[in-house]
C-alpha cells in the first residue's frame, strides 16, 4: 500500500538516496536496513514529508482505495490525512509537558473538530467535554498499554530511555495511523526492553497497522519483519523476506564484520 | 547622470561601512547558528571608543591625523573585541544547549544593557565631532551638479579593502581559519576531533566585534555624530545585508552590506528621505521570505 | 581560595579593561566641543563591585546553585497559590484606599499586565518570539483614535474593532513570516514594529504625525459621561453628587482591570482547549508537532492573532486613558519592556507575568517617588539625583534581568506549571 518509485534525494552535490523503489504491503511489518549513511533516514523522511524528494514519487493508498501522493504533499497533512505516524531516532517528546499531554496533543485534529475550533472549548459546552472525556479514555487505554499508567501525570523528559520510547510509539499511535514509521525504535534498548518493544510491534501490526521502520538490532529486524529492504551507499541492493536477505551476498558484503553477532535464527 | 553617480560613491561607502558589520553577524550564525542581537551595539560601542581615544589623543597633544586615526583603530578594536568576547561568555556560552528562545532572549538583553550601559554612562543626547580628513576632490560636472569624491570615502574604501583582505587572508590561509570553517560545518564533529571549539568560537565573536569597531570609527568619521541608539538601526541593516548576502558567505556579507548602502540612499535620493529605513526593514523581511539562502549562501537543510 | 581569588582577579582586571573608557572618561559638551572628563572613582567603585561580586559567586556558588535548580519548595507552592486571589482582591478594593497617585500607578501596572498576559501568548506559550508586539498597541491605539475621529463612535463600540483591525494586522505580518524560525521571526517582528513607528511619524495625513493626535472620546459608563459638569447625562448628574475627576480616574481604572481580567480568564481557558495545547506542544517541538497532523503554520497564526487582539484592547485603552496619542509611546522600548515582563515573569505563566508587571513597573515607580520623598524630607542631593535617574537605569536594569534571569533561571520566577489534564489514579478522569 506504501509504494515508492525511484526516489532520489540530492543534497547540493551529493546523492543521499539514488533511484530506490520497494514496496510496502498492507499488514506487513517493513525494515529498512542497510551500514550508516546508507540513507535510510533520508528516505524516511521523504516518506513522512520533512524532505521534498529531488525526483520520483512516493505513494500511499489506504484498505478504503483513497490515494495520497505523499512526495507532494506537506508535513502534516501527511499524518493527518494519509495517516502516516512516526517516530524520530532522537526521542522527540514534549519533554516540558506530561505524559498524558502528550498523548492529548496527539489527537489535536479531532479534538480541535469537536472544539468547535475551540469556541465550543472555551464556552465550556458538552460536545467538546464528550470528546475530551474520549481522547483521555484513548491515552488512558494506551498509557496502560505500555505500562505507563502510573506515571500519566509525570513530565515525560523525567522519564527513563526506555520509557519515553515506548511513549513516543503511543503518542504516534493516538493519530490512528495506517502506516506508523519507527526511526531506529530499539536504539539504546537493553535486552529485555527489546523484547517487550518486539511484542509492542507485533500487537500494533495485529490491530491492522502496518509498520516500516529503520534498525540496526538485526535481532528486531529478522525476528518481527515480513519484509526487508536494503541499503547501501543511497542504492537499493536487496529486497525480500528475511531469510532472502540473510543469505544474499550482495547484504553480507554490505555488512562485513557487522551485525553477525546480532543475527539470531528467527 | 552625475547625481546618480554621485548616490553610487555614496551608497558604496555606506555600504562598506554595513558590509563590515554584516561580516560578524555572518561569521556568528555560521559558527553557532544564532544572531548576536547584541552586535550592532558593539559597533556603537566601537563608535564611542573612537570618539573617547580621538579626544583623549588630541588632549594628550597627538593631533596628526594619520597616527590618531591608527592609535584609535587599534584602541577601538581591541576594546570592543573584549566587549565582544565577554558578551559571549556571559551571556550565550552557557546557554548553549538550553531551549531555543534562551541564547535569543539572552541577546537581546545584552543589546538593551549594552545601549543602555553606554546612554547612562555617556548621556543620552548626541555626540558630535569635527571633521578629521577634510577635503576631497571634484570627478566631473555635468548638469551643474559635481561629483565629488571626499577623502573620508576614499579613507573608507581603502580601509575597509584592506582590512577585509587581512580578514580574508586569515580565515581562508591560516590554521585558525581552517579550525573556523570546521566548526562551522560541523561543531560537535571538530571538538571531536580535537579543536578546541569554544575558543574558536570566542575568536569568531573577537573578530567580528574588531571589524564592528572599525566600522564604528568609520562611520563616526563620516557622519562626524552618533549617539547610543545607533547600533540598533545599523544592526537591523547590517543583518539584513548579511541575510540578503547569504548568511554564512564572508563574500555574501560584503554583497549584502553594499547592496544595502546602494539601496539605502538611492532610495532616499530619488523617494524620500523619511522612510529610508522602511526601505531597509521591509527588504530584510522580502528577503527572508522569498529568498531566505540569500545570494551567495546555501539552502539550510533541516536535520530531523 | 586561592584560585577563586585569582578567577575574581582577572574578571576584574577585564572589567577595567570594558569600564575604564566608557565609564571613566565622560564625553561632554565643554566650551569647544565634545570634552573628555575623568571618573576614576566610578571605575573603581563598579570594578570592586565585580571583583566582589565575582568572588562571592565562586566561593558560595553551590550554595546559590542548589536553590535556583532545586524549583520552589512545596511549602512555597502553597503559598503561590493564595497569592493570585489575594492580588485580585487587592486589586478590586484598591481606589477606595489609595489616592489619586496610587489607582494612577495601578493603572499603569494593569495596562502593562494586559500587554504581558497577550504577548504571553505569542511568546510564553506558543514560544513564538516577537519583538514588534508595540506594534499591535499602536494599531490599537491609532484605530480607536481615527475611528472615533472620523465616525464619532463611542470607546464601548471601537474597543472591539480595534481588537479585530489588530488581529487582522497579526494575521497578515504572521502569514508570510511564522514559518520562518525563531531568530528570523524575532528580527523581522523587530523591523515590522519599527516599520509602524515610522510610518506613524511620518504618514502625517492619516495619523496626523509627530503631533499625535488629541482630544480622543473618554469611554462612558452605560451612557453617562464623565465630565466635570455634572449635568444631564452625566455620572455626577445621575447620582446627584458633585463631579471630581477621581471619578473617572476610578472608572478607568475598573476598565482596564475588567479588560485585564478578561484577558485572563480568556488565556487560561484557551490552555485547557486543544489549541492551548498545541501552542505549548509548539513551543517544546515544532517538528513533532508536524509528524503529529497538527498545521503549525495556522496554530501559530492563531496565536498571532490572539496576542495581537489583545495588544490592540490594551491600546485603545491607552488612547482612552491618555486622550492623547503620538508615536513617541510605541517604540522599541515598550516592546522590550513588555517581553522583559513575560520573560521575566516565566515563560507562560499568568501569575509570573503578573508579578514581573507589578514588580518591575510599579516597584520601580515606587521606588523613585520613596527616594524623592526621602530627598525632600532629608533635603539630600544624593537622593534627588539618585531618584531623578532612575528611569534611565530602568531599562539597563531590565536588560541585566532578562540575561541574567536566562543564564540562570531560563523559566523565570514562576517556573513551575500546571498541567492542563490530569489523570486520576483509579477510575474517572479529572
Same mark, same amino acid.
Given at each position: 500500500?506504501?509504494?515508492?518509485?525511484?526516489?532520489?534525494?540530492?543534497?547540493?552535490?551529493?546523492?543521499?538516496?539514488?533511484?530506490?523503489?520497494?514496496?510496502?504491503?498492507?499488514?506487513?511489518?517493513?525494515?529498512?536496513?542497510?551500514?550508516?549513511?546508507?540513507?535510510?533516514?533520508?528516505?524516511?523522511?521523504?516518506?513522512?514529508?520533512?524532505?521534498?524528494?529531488?525526483?520520483?514519487?512516493?505513494?500511499?493508498?489506504?484498505?478504503?482505495?483513497?490515494?495520497?501522493?505523499?512526495?507532494?504533499?506537506?508535513?502534516?497533512?501527511?499524518?493527518?490525512?494519509?495517516?502516516?505516524?512516526?517516530?524520530?531516532?532522537?526521542?522527540?517528546?514534549?519533554?516540558?509537558?506530561?505524559?498524558?499531554?502528550?498523548?492529548?496533543?496527539?489527537?489535536?485534529?479531532?479534538?480541535?473538530?469537536?472544539?468547535?475550533?475551540?469556541?465550543?472549548?472555551?464556552?465550556?459546552?458538552?460536545?467538546?467535554?464528550?470528546?475530551?472525556?474520549?481522547?483521555?479514555?484513548?491515552?488512558?487505554?494506551?498509557?496502560?498499554?505500555?505500562?505507563?499508567?502510573?506515571?500519566?501525570?509525570?513530565?515525560?523528559?523525567?522519564?527513563?530511555?526506555?520509557?519515553?520510547?515506548?511513549?513516543?510509539?503511543?503518542?504516534?499511535?493516538?493519530?490512528?495511523?495506517?502506516?506508523?514509521?519507527?526511526?531506529?525504535?530499539?536504539?539504546?534498548?537493553?535486552?529485555?526492553?527489546?523484547?517487550?518493544?518486539?511484542?509492542?510491534?507485533?500487537?500494533?501490526?495485529?490491530?491492522?497497522?502496518?509498520?516500516?521502520?529503520?534498525?540496526?538490532?538485526?535481532?528486531?529486524?529478522?525476528?518481527?519483519?515480513?519484509?526487508?529492504?536494503?541499503?547501501?551507499?543511497?542504492?537499493?541492493?536487496?529486497?525480500?523476506?528475511?531469510?532472502?536477505?540473510?543469505?544474499?551476498?550482495?547484504?553480507?558484503?554490505?555488512?562485513?564484520?557487522?551485525?553477525?553477532?546480532?543475527?539470531?535464527?528467527? | 547622470?552625475?547625481?546618480?553617480?554621485?548616490?553610487?560613491?555614496?551608497?558604496?561607502?555606506?555600504?562598506?561601512?554595513?558590509?563590515?558589520?554584516?561580516?560578524?553577524?555572518?561569521?556568528?550564525?555560521?559558527?553557532?547558528?544564532?544572531?548576536?542581537?547584541?552586535?550592532?551595539?558593539?559597533?556603537?560601542?566601537?563608535?564611542?571608543?573612537?570618539?573617547?581615544?580621538?579626544?583623549?589623543?588630541?588632549?594628550?597633544?597627538?593631533?596628526?591625523?594619520?597616527?590618531?586615526?591608527?592609535?584609535?583603530?587599534?584602541?577601538?578594536?581591541?576594546?570592543?573585541?573584549?566587549?565582544?568576547?565577554?558578551?559571549?561568555?556571559?551571556?550565550?556560552?552557557?546557554?548553549?544547549?538550553?531551549?531555543?528562545?534562551?541564547?535569543?532572549?539572552?541577546?537581546?538583553?545584552?543589546?538593551?544593557?549594552?545601549?543602555?550601559?553606554?546612554?547612562?554612562?555617556?548621556?543620552?543626547?548626541?555626540?558630535?565631532?569635527?571633521?578629521?580628513?577634510?577635503?576631497?576632490?571634484?570627478?566631473?560636472?555635468?548638469?551643474?551638479?559635481?561629483?565629488?569624491?571626499?577623502?573620508?570615502?576614499?579613507?573608507?574604501?581603502?580601509?575597509?579593502?584592506?582590512?577585509?583582505?587581512?580578514?580574508?587572508?586569515?580565515?581562508?590561509?591560516?590554521?585558525?581559519?581552517?579550525?573556523?570553517?570546521?566548526?562551522?560545518?560541523?561543531?560537535?564533529?571538530?571538538?571531536?576531533?580535537?579543536?578546541?571549539? $569554544?575558543?574558536? %568560537?570566542?575568536?569568531?565573536?573577537?573578530?567580528? /566585534?574588531?571589524? #564592528? =569597531? +572599525?566600522? *564604528?570609527?568609520?562611520?563616526? !568619521?563620516?557622519?562626524?555624530?552618533? $549617539?547610543?541608539? %545607533?547600533?540598533?538601526?545599523?544592526?537591523?541593516? /547590517?543583518?539584513? #545585508? =548579511? +541575510?540578503? *548576502?547569504?548568511?554564512?558567505? !564572508?563574500?555574501?556579507?560584503?554583497?549584502?552590506?553594499?547592496?544595502?548602502?546602494?539601496?539605502?540612499?538611492?532610495?532616499?535620493?530619488?523617494?524620500?528621505?523619511?522612510?529610508?529605513?522602511?526601505?531597509?526593514?521591509?527588504?530584510?523581511?522580502?528577503?527572508?521570505?522569498?529568498?531566505?539562502?540569500?545570494?551567495?549562501?546555501?539552502?539550510?537543510?533541516?536535520?530531523? | 581560595?586561592?584560585?577563586?581569588?585569582?578567577?575574581?582577579?582577572?574578571?576584574?582586571?577585564?572589567?577595567?579593561?570594558?569600564?575604564?573608557?566608557?565609564?571613566?572618561?565622560?564625553?561632554?559638551?565643554?566650551?569647544?566641543?565634545?570634552?573628555?572628563?575623568?571618573?576614576?572613582?566610578?571605575?573603581?567603585?563598579?570594578?570592586?563591585?565585580?571583583?566582589?561580586?565575582?568572588?562571592?559567586?565562586?566561593?558560595?556558588?553551590?550554595?546559590?546553585?542548589?536553590?535556583?535548580?532545586?524549583?520552589?519548595?512545596?511549602?512555597?507552592?502553597?503559598?503561590?497559590?493564595?497569592?493570585?486571589?489575594?492580588?485580585?482582591?487587592?486589586?478590586?478594593?484598591?481606589?477606595?484606599?489609595?489616592?489619586?497617585?496610587?489607582?494612577?500607578?495601578?493603572?499603569?501596572?494593569?495596562?502593562?499586565?494586559?500587554?504581558?498576559?497577550?504577548?504571553?501568548?505569542?511568546?510564553?506559550?506558543?514560544?513564538?518570539?516577537?519583538?514588534?508586539?508595540?506594534?499591535?498597541?499602536?494599531?490599537?491605539?491609532?484605530?480607536?483614535?481615527?475611528?472615533?475621529?472620523?465616525?464619532?463612535?463611542?470607546?464601548?463600540?471601537?474597543?472591539?474593532?480595534?481588537?479585530?483591525?489588530?488581529?487582522?494586522?497579526?494575521?497578515?505580518?504572521?502569514?508570510?513570516?511564522?514559518?520562518?524560525?525563531?531568530?528570523?521571526?524575532?528580527?523581522?517582528?523587530?523591523?515590522?514594529?519599527?516599520?509602524?513607528?515610522?510610518?506613524?511619524?511620518?504618514?502625517?495625513?492619516?495619523?496626523?504625525?509627530?503631533?499625535?493626535?488629541?482630544?480622543?472620546?473618554?469611554?462612558?459608563?452605560?451612557?453617562?459621561?464623565?465630565?466635570?459638569?455634572?449635568?444631564?447625562?452625566?455620572?455626577?448628574?445621575?447620582?446627584?453628587?458633585?463631579?471630581?475627576?477621581?471619578?473617572?480616574?476610578?472608572?478607568?481604572?475598573?476598565?482596564?482591570?475588567?479588560?485585564?481580567?478578561?484577558?485572563?480568564?480568556?488565556?487560561?481557558?484557551?490552555?485547557?482547549?486543544?489549541?492551548?495545547?498545541?501552542?505549548?506542544?509548539?513551543?517544546?517541538?515544532?517538528?513533532?508537532?508536524?509528524?503529529?497532523?497538527?498545521?503549525?503554520?495556522?496554530?501559530?497564526?492563531?496565536?498571532?492573532?490572539?496576542?495581537?487582539?489583545?495588544?490592540?484592547?490594551?491600546?485603545?485603552?491607552?488612547?482612552?486613558?491618555?486622550?492623547?496619542?503620538?508615536?513617541?509611546?510605541?517604540?522599541?522600548?515598550?516592546?522590550?519592556?513588555?517581553?522583559?515582563?513575560?520573560?521575566?515573569?516565566?515563560?507562560?505563566?499568568?501569575?509570573?507575568?503578573?508579578?514581573?508587571?507589578?514588580?518591575?513597573?510599579?516597584?520601580?515607580?515606587?521606588?523613585?517617588?520613596?527616594?524623592?520623598?526621602?530627598?525632600?524630607?532629608?533635603?539630600?542631593?544624593?537622593?534627588?539625583?539618585?531618584?531623578?535617574?532612575?528611569?534611565?537605569?530602568?531599562?539597563?536594569?531590565?536588560?541585566?534581568?532578562?540575561?541574567?534571569?536566562?543564564?540562570?533561571?531560563?523559566?523565570?520566577?514562576?517556573?513551575?506549571?500546571?498541567?492542563?489534564?490530569?489523570?486520576?489514579?483509579?477510575?474517572?478522569?479529572?
Amino acid at each position: 500500500m506504501l509504494s515508492v518509485t525511484a526516489l532520489t534525494m540530492r543534497f547540493g552535490g551529493l546523492k543521499a538516496v539514488d533511484d530506490v523503489s520497494f514496496e510496502a504491503r498492507a499488514g506487513d511489518i517493513t525494515a529498512v536496513i542497510g551500514p550508516n549513511g546508507a540513507g535510510k533516514t533520508t528516505v524516511f523522511n521523504c516518506i513522512t514529508g520533512f524532505y521534498r524528494p529531488s525526483e520520483g514519487g512516493i505513494a500511499l493508498t489506504h484498505a478504503s482505495g483513497a490515494h495520497f501522493p505523499l512526495d507532494r504533499m506537506p508535513g502534516y497533512r501527511i499524518a493527518s490525512r494519509g495517516k502516516v505516524a512516526r517516530t524520530f531516532q532522537n526521542i522527540r517528546l514534549f519533554a516540558g509537558m506530561t505524559v498524558l499531554e502528550n498523548l492529548l496533543v496527539a489527537q489535536h485534529n479531532p479534538l480541535m473538530r469537536a472544539s468547535g475550533f475551540t469556541l465550543a472549548a472555551v464556552l465550556g459546552l458538552g460536545t467538546f467535554r464528550a470528546a475530551e472525556r474520549h481522547g483521555m479514555e484513548k491515552a488512558r487505554q494506551w498509557l496502560d498499554r505500555i505500562g505507563l499508567l502510573d506515571r500519566a501525570n509525570d513530565l515525560a523528559g523525567a522519564l527513563p530511555y526506555g520509557a519515553q520510547r515506548r511513549l513516543e510509539i503511543a503518542r504516534a499511535m493516538c493519530i490512528d495511523p495506517v502506516l506508523l514509521c519507527l526511526d531506529e525504535p530499539a536504539a539504546g534498548l537493553n535486552p529485555r526492553e527489546t523484547e517487550a518493544l518486539n511484542e509492542l510491534l507485533k500487537s500494533i501490526q495485529g490491530d491492522g497497522c502496518s509498520l516500516l521502520l529503520i534498525e540496526h538490532d538485526m535481532g528486531v529486524v529478522m525476528r518481527i519483519s515480513d519484509h526487508i529492504v536494503v541499503l547501501d551507499h543511497g542504492k537499493k541492493i536487496a529486497d525480500g523476506t528475511p531469510a532472502e536477505v540473510r543469505a544474499d551476498p550482495a547484504v553480507i558484503a554490505a555488512y562485513l564484520g557487522e551485525g553477525d553477532e546480532d543475527e539470531e535464527a528467527a | 547622470m552625475a547625481y546618480a553617480l554621485q548616490q553610487l560613491i555614496n551608497g558604496i561607502t555606506l555600504g562598506m561601512i554595513y558590509g563590515l558589520i554584516a561580516v560578524g553577524y555572518t561569521m556568528v550564525y555560521g559558527i553557532i547558528g544564532m544572531i548576536n542581537f547584541a552586535h550592532g551595539d558593539i559597533f556603537m560601542i566601537g563608535a564611542f571608543l573612537s570618539l573617547i581615544s580621538l579626544l583623549g589623543l588630541a588632549s594628550l597633544g597627538i593631533t596628526a591625523v594619520p597616527i590618531a586615526l591608527a592609535l584609535t583603530l587599534l584602541f577601538a578594536a581591541a576594546l570592543a573585541a573584549l566587549y565582544g568576547w565577554t558578551v559571549e561568555r556571559i551571556a550565550y556560552r552557557p546557554l548553549r544547549g538550553s531551549f531555543r528562545l534562551a541564547p535569543l532572549i539572552s541577546a537581546i538583553g545584552m543589546s538593551i544593557t549594552l545601549q543602555n550601559f553606554v546612554q547612562v554612562s555617556q548621556g543620552a543626547r548626541v555626540k558630535p565631532m569635527d571633521a578629521l580628513i577634510p577635503g576631497g576632490f571634484q570627478i566631473m560636472e555635468s548638469d551643474g551638479f559635481a561629483v565629488r569624491l571626499s577623502g573620508m570615502q576614499i579613507m573608507i574604501s581603502i580601509t575597509t579593502i584592506i582590512i577585509l583582505a587581512i580578514f580574508t587572508w586569515l580565515v581562508t590561509q591560516t590554521p585558525l581559519g581552517r579550525r573556523m570553517r570546521a566548526c562551522e560545518q560541523d561543531l560537535r564533529m571538530a571538538s571531536l576531533l580535537g579543536i578546541d571549539t $569554544d575558543r574558536t %568560537i570566542s575568536i569568531t565573536f573577537v573578530i567580528g /566585534a574588531a571589524l #564592528a =569597531a +572599525v566600522a *564604528g570609527l568609520l562611520f563616526l !568619521l563620516y557622519y562626524g555624530v552618533i $549617539d547610543f541608539f %545607533i547600533g540598533f538601526i545599523a544592526g537591523v541593516k /547590517a543583518f539584513t #545585508a =548579511a +541575510v540578503l *548576502g547569504g548568511i554564512g558567505s !564572508l563574500p555574501g556579507a560584503v554583497l549584502g552590506g553594499l547592496l544595502i548602502g546602494l539601496i539605502e540612499v538611492f532610495w532616499s535620493a530619488y523617494f524620500s528621505v523619511e522612510y529610508k529605513d522602511v526601505a531597509a526593514f521591509s527588504i530584510l523581511i522580502v528577503a527572508l521570505i522569498f529568498l531566505p539562502s540569500g545570494i551567495l549562501g546555501r539552502a539550510e537543510v533541516e536535520k530531523v | 581560595m586561592k584560585h577563586a581569588l585569582r578567577d575574581a582577579g582577572l574578571s576584574a582586571l577585564i572589567a577595567l579593561g570594558l569600564f575604564t573608557p566608557l565609564i571613566g572618561l565622560v564625553t561632554e559638551s565643554g566650551d569647544h566641543g565634545l570634552e573628555l572628563r575623568a571618573r576614576p572613582i566610578a571605575v573603581v567603585v563598579v570594578v570592586s563591585l565585580v571583583f566582589l561580586g565575582r568572588l562571592l559567586m565562586l566561593t558560595r556558588a553551590a550554595r546559590i546553585a542548589v536553590p535556583t535548580l532545586a524549583g520552589p519548595s512545596p511549602a512555597m507552592l502553597r503559598a503561590g497559590r493564595a497569592v493570585a486571589p489575594m492580588l485580585l482582591v487587592f486589586a478590586v478594593l484598591l481606589p477606595f484606599g489609595g489616592s489619586r497617585y496610587y489607582v494612577d500607578l495601578a493603572t499603569l501596572v494593569l495596562t502593562y499586565i494586559m500587554l504581558g498576559w497577550g504577548l504571553n501568548v505569542v511568546v510564553g506559550l506558543a514560544g513564538l518570539l516577537d519583538l514588534g508586539y508595540v506594534a499591535f498597541y499602536a494599531v490599537g491605539a491609532y484605530s480607536y483614535a481615527l475611528i472615533a475621529e472620523h465616525f464619532s463612535l463611542g470607546f464601548w463600540t471601537c474597543l472591539p474593532l480595534a481588537g479585530i483591525l489588530a488581529a487582522f494586522w497579526g494575521v497578515l505580518l504572521g502569514f508570510p513570516v511564522l514559518r520562518l524560525r525563531g531568530d528570523y521571526l524575532a528580527i523581522v517582528t523587530l523591523a515590522f514594529g519599527e516599520i509602524i513607528r515610522i510610518v506613524l511619524i511620518n504618514w502625517v495625513s492619516l495619523t496626523h504625525g509627530p503631533n499625535g493626535i488629541t482630544g480622543i472620546p473618554r469611554p462612558t459608563l452605560f451612557g453617562l459621561a464623565f465630565s466635570m459638569d455634572g449635568g444631564e447625562g452625566t455620572f455626577a448628574g445621575f447620582f446627584n453628587i458633585e463631579p471630581e475627576t477621581i471619578q473617572r480616574v476610578i472608572f478607568l481604572y475598573y476598565v482596564i482591570l475588567g479588560l485585564a481580567l478578561l484577558t485572563n480568564w480568556f488565556t487560561l481557558r484557551l490552555r485547557r482547549t486543544p489549541l492551548g495545547r498545541a501552542w505549548e506542544a509548539l513551543r517544546e517541538d515544532e517538528t513533532a508537532c508536524r509528524s503529529l497532523g497538527i498545521n503549525v503554520t495556522n496554530t501559530k497564526l492563531t496565536a498571532f492573532a490572539i496576542g495581537a487582539m489583545f495588544g490592540g484592547f490594551a491600546g485603545a485603552f491607552f488612547a482612552t486613558r491618555q486622550a492623547f496619542i503620538s508615536p513617541e509611546s510605541f517604540t522599541f522600548i515598550e516592546s522590550a519592556t513588555v517581553l522583559a515582563i513575560v520573560v521575566l515573569g516565566g515563560l507562560g505563566s499568568q501569575l509570573g507575568v503578573a508579578l514581573a508587571a507589578i514588580i518591575m513597573v510599579g516597584g520601580l515607580e515606587l521606588l523613585r517617588s520613596f527616594l524623592s520623598f526621602l530627598a525632600d524630607q532629608m533635603g539630600s542631593e544624593l537622593f534627588a539625583g539618585i531618584a531623578n535617574e532612575l528611569p534611565l537605569y530602568r531599562m539597563l536594569v531590565f536588560g541585566v534581568a532578562l540575561v541574567v534571569v536566562m543564564v540562570l533561571r531560563p523559566r523565570g520566577m514562576v517556573s513551575t506549571r500546571t498541567p492542563t489534564a490530569t489523570l486520576a489514579p483509579l477510575g474517572g478522569s479529572a
